[in-house]
């Protein structure tokens, strides 16, 4: 039940949540003011040359790193004042201290601050506007201090909240909150309109939907139920990294000075890296803990792997993939004849010859996604041997073609993946420890590689050309170097799905796919944008659908994945510690940084 607070503890809360409300003005101040600076304001664009007093007037990477410490030591504050009202003994179970967004920049997350005289674990409920929408999660330590985040609120909505705290002999204690928010912004999530259908409840993998250029996450209704818009750069974002936080990036794209982070949900920084590459497409995590990430160097674009070390933020590895794979070749030549013959803008050009749009890392190995050069590459890592190369067999120099797969004969469904997006490895589909099944998101972007389509190119046939998009699995027997197609979704739906750029097919928990289309219309004039996200299971049936459309018509889209919201880490805020600002000294000095 809902308990009324004494006046001491309301008195207290009162004073807590005032004080943490200055902290965070302070710290916010440039985002309230709206001079907080914008990572496109110092980040690389060839297609531009600010004049002088642009220049003058532009924001250095050294006021981004100035303001982001600004914003790390109000945080410290806040989690003083928090552990001091954690401490003084006022909250208890029934009557907890509940401070919305604490740290001013996750609107639908609050914190439940109490103590309990004796060990208990806490289970928390966040009520949905229906029952299938709950969110719930255990927090199994026996604790008396107790920091419980409460994520997946609706926004401008009253919230009901309900924890129960069970002590180790069994006594339990259940109290039911109320927590009011605010309505989100619209221009922070891009004006986002959001429907879906849902075709059996039963069916549905768990989860939120997150998305990779507006960092949102919404529920089976269409209901967002966390947002975070603040120190991002679309679009890469690793959402599920260690045991549940994320990492994100804030800078230069693709190419320049940048920096990560490491954040809980909540929005409290943990740890803070430095690179001089660049973040574009993807960020992906080692069983050493490490980071791989997308990057750039030198006149080409988006052909550089490296890896951060995370526990001291050096940059320990690298590979400059035109160094491994054929920096020219007569495929990338057909992609771009195709472009043009079709009049496409497909962003294209020769600088940008393999565009690295997705990474796994998959032991000592990488699985490398080339867009451009529709091809999806296995080597070791560091040392960017290739193991096999996942492609359509037209235009490899002949030095490469003996890593190229061969199809499992008598095939008549099989075709070659064009300018695909998002390999996923898949858990052991046939007891076979000489296969590996993939997944990934096949764009079909021209199917320039195929006999059949160049010879429409070449003759004028333009029509006859299909296009269409698809989820698609393939089983891989990597001791006999061959590729078998075994299961696809997408191609049915023609051009109602086709994607040009972008993409996501992601494989859920209970066996079910989920795919992210991004549609696009030729219109320079006229342009409209949407995006399509569709769960099926393995019989492609369709389980479960998303419509993401924004209220101008154009909506900037990348990627979308399922995932929950709580975590391990969720036990552990790690309120108190300080973050690891991980940039290296002469980073520091260079821009007239001191580190308190």
Known sequence: MKRNSTFWQAFRGILALLS???????????RLTGTEIPASAWSADATSTPSSTEAEAAPTFGDTIHTLLAEISAQEKTDALILSELRSGVYTAEEPL?????????????????????PARVSIRVHGKTSDADITNDFPALETEHLIPIYGLYADFLNTVTLTVTTEGGQKTET???IQTDATDPNTIENIIIQTEIHS????????NFLFSQKLAFDAHGDIRWTNSTWVTPSATLYNYEDGTYVNSYGSYPEGDVLLFERNFLGKFLRVWYSPYGVHHDIAQGENGNLL?????????????????????????SLDLKMVLPRSSERLNAALQAETILSKDWKMSSADWFHLNAIVWDGGDVLLSGRHSSAVVRMAWPSGEIKWILASPFGWPTMFQKYLLTPVEGQSDFEWPYWQHAPMLLPDQDNNPDTTDLLLFDNGCARFGEKDV??????????AIQSYSRLVQYRINEKEHTIEQIWQYGKERGEELYTVRCGDADYLPNGNRLGFFHVENDSTENPSTHAVMSEVNASGSLIWEALLTAENGVLP????????????????????????????????????????
Request: glycine residues 8%; contains cysteine; negative net charge.
């Open 20 to 30: 943490l409300a200055g902290i965070l003005a302070y710290a916010l101040w440039p």
């Open 98 to 118: 509940l401070l919305d967004d604490p740290y001013g920049c996750s609107p639908l997350t609050a914190l439940a601050v109490f103590t309990t005289e004796e």
């Open 176 to 178: 039911t909150v109320s």
């Open 201 to 208: 409840a039963a069916q549905m993998s768990p989860g939120l």
């Open 293 to 317: 990430v997308t990057g750039s160097h030198g006149s080409a674009v988006q052909d550089l792997v490296y890896e951060l070390d995370a526990d001291t933020g050096e940059i320990v590895h």
């Open 454 to 463: 160049r010879q429409k190119l070449l003759t004028g046939d333009l029509n």
């Open 557 to 596: 889209a990348y990627r979308g994945e399922r995932l929950p919201i709580y975590h391990d880490c969720d036990q552990d805020l790690h309120l108190g510690q300080p973050t690891q600002v991980l940039i290296p000294d002469t980073v520091l000095k260079a821009n007239g940084v001191t580190l308190p």
